[in-house]
C-alpha cells in the first residue's frame, strides 16, 4: 500500500532542519499470509476451590478452537494452551522464550481467562491456579509480567485479551 516516509535531522544544539516527505506504493509480488501464534490460557479451577469458575478453560479452549482448521485465515497456527493448575508465574514468563521466535510479519495473540485481583494498593493481578486471593501478590500474575510478554518481540502485530474481573480499568 501507500507509505508516507518523513525525515529530518537535528544537531547537537537540538536545532531540527525541515521535515521533508515523500510517499511510496509498495505492491508485493507475492501475498502470502501470515503466521498466527496463539497463546490461551484458562483458569476454572483453584487452589483454592471455592473460586473455581466454570468456564475460563474452557474459552480458551474455545479461542484455541476457533482459529484452528482450514478455515483460519493464517498460513500456519502455532497454539500454545495452558489450563488450570498449568497457569502459573513462571510458566507464562516461560512463554516468552516462544514469542522471542516470531517473525516480524507474524501475528501473536495472548489470551486470558480467569479471576481478576486488584490488590490493597489496587495493583492488577490475574489469578494463577495457586494464588492467594486474600494477597494476590502471592502467586497471582501481575499485568504488567503479561504486558511484557509482547513488548519487543519481532511480530509487530499483536493482541492482548484478558476476560477477567477488572481488566476494562487496565490503563
Not at 521535515?19 to 479451577?45: A, M, R, W
Not at 473455581?52 to 478455515?71: F, I, N
Not at 503479561?146 to 477477567?164: C, F, Q, T, V, Y
Amino acid at each position: 500500500g501507500r507509505n508516507v516516509v518523513s525525515a529530518s535531522v537535528m544537531n547537537d544544539k537540538g536545532v531540527e532542519s525541515l521535515v521533508d516527505q515523500f510517499e511510496i506504493d509498495y505492491i508485493p509480488t507475492t501475498v502470502s499470509l501470515p503466521n498466527l501464534h496463539l497463546f490461551t490460557l484458562g483458569v476454572s479451577k483453584y487452589k483454592e476451590s471455592k473460586y473455581d469458575l466454570k468456564y475460563a478453560a474452557k474459552d480458551a479452549a474455545d479461542v484455541t478452537a476457533l482459529y484452528s482448521g482450514e478455515h483460519a485465515p493464517f498460513a500456519n497456527v502455532y497454539s500454545h494452551h495452558l489450563t488450570d493448575s498449568e497457569v502459573t508465574g513462571s510458566a507464562v514468563k516461560q512463554l516468552r522464550e516462544k514469542l522471542e521466535k516470531t517473525k516480524v510479519d507474524d501475528v501473536v495473540c495472548v489470551f486470558f481467562a480467569g479471576h481478576g485481583l486488584l490488590d490493597k494498593d489496587l495493583n492488577y493481578f490475574l489469578a494463577s491456579h495457586d494464588v492467594s486471593f486474600v494477597e494476590p501478590s502471592n502467586g497471582g500474575i501481575p499485568y504488567e509480567n503479561l504486558e511484557d510478554l509482547l513488548d519487543g518481540i519481532p511480530a509487530r502485530n499483536k493482541l492482548l485479551l484478558i476476560d477477567a474481573c477488572h481488566s476494562g480499568e487496565i490503563d
